[in-house]
């Protein structure tokens, strides 16, 4: 489809332009996956999901990135500063990249991320992968949203209590430790692969996996979505 369509179309749907509606009504059906990205912030997302893009644009993958950006709670503003860390890929024929921001929604996402990811859909993208702010134990949307939720940690995350607690770490179908060459990382990678092992009282979507480097997240989204 026209890219340039397409950005148009999400500011129509994002602004609530008149007839913004009849337009989501008349999207044809897709089976595009949605891969999230969620953690709390300073994690390294915005990096993480750059060498995603690599990894899927280098096995001939179309890509759109949803990046959210907090708004201001006093100018209700936004930086917009993930896409930074993604430069490399504006001018790629296969990505498309647009940041959000959260508008006061809570649960870190923007509140037309819905209707967004359908427009996206439509448009042949082979995975959508939308980015969240950077967030807390309770804010769990993304789950709803996404086909693979993926949880990135880092090793300064906290100890094996802080992973037992109900809330962001219940919701990944992958666990991402990053920064794992920092002190530490094998603790956090052990909690998590704890969380892996010890609820099998609880819905799983899929395999859940503890990924290493950007291929072994691609391959651990793979195994998630089926």
Not at 11 to 21: A, D, R
Not at 64 to 74: L, N
Request: proline content about 5%; aromatic content about 4%; overall charge negative.
């Amino acid at each position: 489809g026209n890219i340039k369509a397409l950005a148009r179309s999400i500011s129509l749907v994002e602004n609530e332009h008149p007839g913004y509606e009849k337009l989501l009504q008349s999207l044809p059906p897709s089976q595009s996956k949605i891969i999230g990205i969620t953690g709390p912030p300073g994690a390294g997302k915005s990096t993480l999901v750059d060498a995603l893009i690599g990894e899927l644009i280098s096995h001939g993958r179309k890509v759109a990135v949803v990046c959210v950006d907090p708004s201001s709670p006093f100018n209700h503003g936004a930086v917009l500063g993930d896409r930074i860390r993604m430069s490399d890929w504006y001018t790629h024929e296969n990505v498309f990249i647009r940041s959000l921001a959260t508008r006061g929604s809570m649960g870190g996402l923007h509140p037309k991320i819905i209707e967004i990811t359908d427009l996206l859909k439509t448009f042949q993208f082979d995975h959508i992968i939308v980015e969240t702010v950077g967030v807390g134990q309770s804010e769990v949307e993304i789950a709803g949203l996404a086909d693979v939720t993926v949880v990135v940690v880092v090793p300064e995350a906290g100890d094996e209590v802080q992973t037992m607690k109900a809330g962001l770490m219940e919701i990944a179908d992958v666990f991402v430790v990053n920064k794992a060459d920092r002190p530490d990382a094998g603790g956090t990678q052990g909690a998590g692969q704890g969380r892996h092992d010890d609820r099998p009282d609880r819905p799983v979507r899929g395999q859940r996996s503890l990924c290493r480097g950007a291929n072994a997240l691609h391959e651990g989204n793979g195994r998630a979505a089926r």
